[in-house]
């Protein structure tokens, strides 16, 4: 065998190595489990902190709209202690043509060491022609055998699947990081370094995906994107407060 059919018969097994390895590498990250147990010292968890993707700070409100449709994302002065955790309320309101759709009081802790933030349940009061007519995906952890699931990694990492609601028959919706460097343009703004996240269910088929800004939090769900960034902190330090996009 000459020197030249040595090289290409080396060549070639090299290659055969590195597929394979390739191979098992994307097999391993498709089969990667859903975390769903979070070793948590409970009093490291603070009720106000900041995430990268995710703010924990009073007053601190994201409006996203679409068409007719508008949600309000509204961090409240408020806490409740739920599974033994003093949380921070954070409450959604959703509305469509100016009436009430849905109301919901979310309840957060951060982690003072990694900057995560757990998802501890919600109340939920779902409207019809102005009244509530349902509490629909309402959970807490620690009642009826839910658990805290994680909203948002400090670090987070593409690959990353984990659990963000755990209470079976009710809610079991989990995150897969997709990508840390998105680039989104809304009318007037581009967002960088934006954090896509694919959003599935254990308890039914479909996916969803959302953007967050880096230093912002949430900037797109489904159809909606957002219009207003109001900061009452960023106020007291001389910066601008309130930002409205596409005008």
Not at 148 to 160: I, N, S
Request: charged residues 30%; contains cysteine.
């Amino acid at each position: 065998m000459n020197t030249l059919t040595i090289l290409r018969s080396l060549t070639a097994v090299t290659l055969a190595v590195a597929v394979t390895a390739c191979a098992a590498e994307k097999a391993a990250a498709e089969e990667r489990p859903w975390c769903d147990i979070f070793s948590v010292d409970k009093a490291d968890l603070a009720d106000t902190g900041k995430n990268a993707y995710f703010m924990l700070v009073p007053g601190y409100r994201l409006i996203l709209e679409h068409g007719n449709q508008r949600l309000v994302i509204s961090v409240l002065d408020e806490t409740k202690v739920v599974d033994g955790v003093k949380t921070r309320v954070v409450e959604e309101r959703e509305t469509q043509d100016g009436r009430l759709v849905e109301v919901s009081r979310n309840y957060y802790a951060m982690s003072r060491t990694t900057g995560d933030v757990y998802y501890f349940g919600e109340d939920v009061d779902i409207y019809k022609d102005g009244k509530v007519t349902s509490h629909k995906g309402a959970w807490l952890a620690g009642v009826n055998g839910a658990k805290f699931g994680l909203m948002m990694p400090g670090r987070p990492e593409v690959g990353d699947r984990y659990y963000q609601e755990l209470a079976p028959g009710i809610a079991m919706d989990r995150a897969e990081i997709i990508s840390l460097r998105e680039r989104f343009t809304t009318p007037a703004k581009t967002f960088e370094r934006c954090l896509r996240v694919r959003e599935t269910s254990g308890m039914k088929s479909g996916s969803e995906d959302k953007l967050y800004a880096y230093g912002v939090g949430l900037i797109k769900d489904g159809n909606l994107l957002l219009v207003e960034v109001d900061c009452p902190e960023c106020k007291s330090k001389g910066v601008q407060h309130s930002i409205r996009f596409g005008q």
